[in-house]
């Protein structure tokens, strides 16, 4: 295919302004798919993504369009909204010459289209703008074409106005992408070099990698080798993406499509890495700047007998999830598990329920945190830090725009949902890592009957010891059972109590009501106690079930 008729391109937007919609037309329109009402969202292929209406993972079509008697091959590549799933828009805009920003005609610009429309502009991508749903009664596309040209300097002549539902003006859409998105600078004469840019894992084939094939070309049987690994393979398939895997002989440079070559674990596919011929080696390609864990969670089995099925799982999810950081752990609580790291909340709820749906596995899920760089010495004297304003920038008289630093921390919990109900959902959010920074964060231990429970500890800010301590103490309270003596249950900082909560002593003894009684009832009555002690954990005197530890430690 010749490759000034290839155009690459992806699909940004914030999270809901109809990027999977605009894909199923475009997909319709050139054939791909039919045009039934079954086929809907179609390159959200995962269950979760389904269910929640949100796209989680990038995905590639390669669409064939005919234009003034030419024929196109155009790769899409859908990508997810949502701020935890931009490393997925970078990548895929690596990939790609140019992007079709997507901006709701009733909600207007909003946090994720500013985020994704400045990936796509540092990456010096061809941007059409693109106004959508405005079948809407409450549109209003000119206040939107106003706001792109204020915020983002695109002339407002540049804007398409369409309704993705309807199919108003997709064909416009596609001649867009024809006529204004260059084609990859890319020559079949140079040697082969593609560069990967998504991967997954498939039982029966081992990994099946997503490339761009930035020159020559590269054929069923070839020897490619890995620029990272330095290891060689042998190709044992290839071929487009329609979104369907559709075998070729050949994949040519500026093409989009898959390739498998015996690789058997996903990091031998490292997303970002380069492939070229044995027999041709070339300079590597920049790659990615690895994801980095946000959020951390621990990961726990139901019951430790699921422990062995439970780490597959995870061992196979986070093959096809490689942003994921997996560490061993083990909680005196809740047995052997691990430390998950995520790249914010959604991510983390996703991955759960990956789990649940795809590999059937029942975990426990502790409360996230975020990581913190503890210097060990008495200067934490350094004041307290709350969240500082950066700037603002009105983008219309209904909307601004405003930049915060905000400590991690306060934001993972549950920032995003308060943001949203405070503002009736008008408000929208995105973050970016903005280093470490000093704050006045102290250990904080609870205690039963003055022995302190290691697992509870936590690292809290200063000022939030004090409700933290108490809600943990009041949880306590509901889950531990009443014993022959009094417990007293205590929140402290170093030797300073701050928190308490205390379980009045237990009267009665299991075997009271039957006093004379017959014997296998009493024998019955004292296996149950024996069985509910195998549950406890013991904390100098008191005996603690399981299930005090997980509603202290869960997520709620
Ligand atoms: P994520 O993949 O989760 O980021 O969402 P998305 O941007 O892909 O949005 P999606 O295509 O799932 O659309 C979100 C909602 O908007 C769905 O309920 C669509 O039916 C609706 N929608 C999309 N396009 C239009 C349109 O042109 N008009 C109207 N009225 N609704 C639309």
Redesign the pocket.
Known sequence: FPVDRIRNFCII????????????RLLEMTGAIAKTEKNK?VL?KLQV?RE????VKAQTASLFYNHEGQRYLLNLI?T???VDFSYEVSRSISACQGVLL?V?ANQGIQAQTVANFYLAFEAQLTIIPVI?????KNADPERVESQIEKVFDIPREECIR?????G?NVDKVLQAVVNRIPPPIASTEDPFKALVFDSNFDHYRGVVANIAVFGGRVKKGDKIVSAHLGKAYEVNELGLLRPDEHPTQKLFAGQVGYIIAGMKDVKEAQIGDTLYLHEQPVEALPGFKPAKAMVFAGMYPMDQSEYTGLRSAIERLTLNDSSVAVQRDSSLALGAGWRLGFLGLLHMEVFNQRLEQEYNASVIVTAPTVPYKAVLSSAKLIKNRRAVQKNMVYIDDQRVMMKYLFPLNEIVVDFYDLLKSLSSGYASFDYENAGYQAADLIKMDILLNGRPVEELTTVVHRERAYSTGKAMCERLKDSIPRQMFEIAIQAAIGSKVIARETIKAYRKNVLAKCYGGDITRKMKLLKKQAEGKKKMRRIGNVEVPKDAFISVLKRK
């Open positions: 937007a914030h999270i809901d302004h109809g990027k999977s919609t605009l894909a199923d969202q959200d993504e929640r209406g949100i796209t859908d997810p909204g949502h997507i709701d959508n749903k405005i079948d809407l369409i309704s993705a539902k309807l108003t």
